[in-house]
């Protein structure tokens, strides 16, 4: 009973340096979300996707791409990393029933130097 | 525009002591409303949530939720803090409409001191 699997969980990149996220659920689920989380700030939306092959742009989605290929994956993409980006990144999935809670990985850390 | 709002950073109480993590909100229709913890470097765990119905909810690991609509709160409580309840906990609402975007507060730190 896996739920969300993130990798990898920690991950050191230098500025302008490219990296995917990736993010599998096994629970069927049909929105799949990526945030950032910061001190202070909570966490925001980078990007969403309602169902496979769907993505959209959330709160905070400059400098991220993402693709939903396969109803199971969400891939973030980093394509030239910023020292901005340095954050801890949470990829969160949920049926499509406002009820719904979301369940969420265990993070992947990112730094950028 | 819908948002949450959690008034306090931290909030300390001692062991065995009732525990209250404070929660507004801000929607144009129905609340649908969600507590969340989130332990040292895990991902958010869902606790509870408010649909519609009675106002005290009961959740996991002892948590219940008192909605008031016309304070538009939702405060966590808990009648005896436990040491393993110290986390940081999340205070959401979810849309009704579109993609039914999740709105997060910013998260109050519980410690909880033996």
């Known amino acids: 009973n896996a739920g969300v699997t993130q990798t990898p969980k920690f991950r050191v990149l230098k500025t302008g340096q490219s990296m995917t996220l990736l993010c599998a659920q096994d629970?069927?689920?049909?929105?799949m979300y990526w945030y950032r989380q910061d001190p202070g700030m909570g966490l925001r939306l980078i990007h969403y996707s309602v169902g496979e092959g769907t993505t959209a742009k959330g709160e905070v989605p400059d400098g991220y791409n993402v693709s939903r290929l396969k109803k199971q994956n969400f891939l973030l993409g980093l394509e030239s990393a910023a020292p901005s980006q340095t954050s801890v990144y949470f990829c969160a999935s949920s049926r499509d029933r406002v009820e719904s809670p979301l369940h969420f990985g265990n993070g992947t850390r990112l730094t950028v130097t | 525009a819908q948002s949450v709002a959690q008034p306090e950073d931290q909030v300390n109480v001692a062991e065995g002591n009732p525990l209250t993590v404070k929660c507004t909100y801000s929607v144009s229709g129905n609340p649908y409303l969600f507590w969340y913890v989130q332990y040292p470097n895990r991902g958010l765990q869902f606790l509870l949530k408010?649909?519609?119905?009675?106002?005290l909810v009961k959740g996991s690991y002892g948590f219940e939720a008192e909605f008031n609509k016309s304070q538009t709160s939702f405060h966590l409580k808990k009648p005896s803090a436990l040491v393993s309840d110290s986390a940081l906990y999340f205070c959401?609402?979810?849309?009704?409409?579109?993609?039914?975007?999740?709105?997060f507060g910013t998260g109050t730190k519980l410690q909880v001191i033996p």
């Open positions: 408010y649909i519609t119905g009675d106002n």
């Open positions: 629970m069927n689920h049909e929105y």
């Open positions: 959401a609402v979810r849309d009704n409409v579109g993609y039914q975007k999740v709105t």
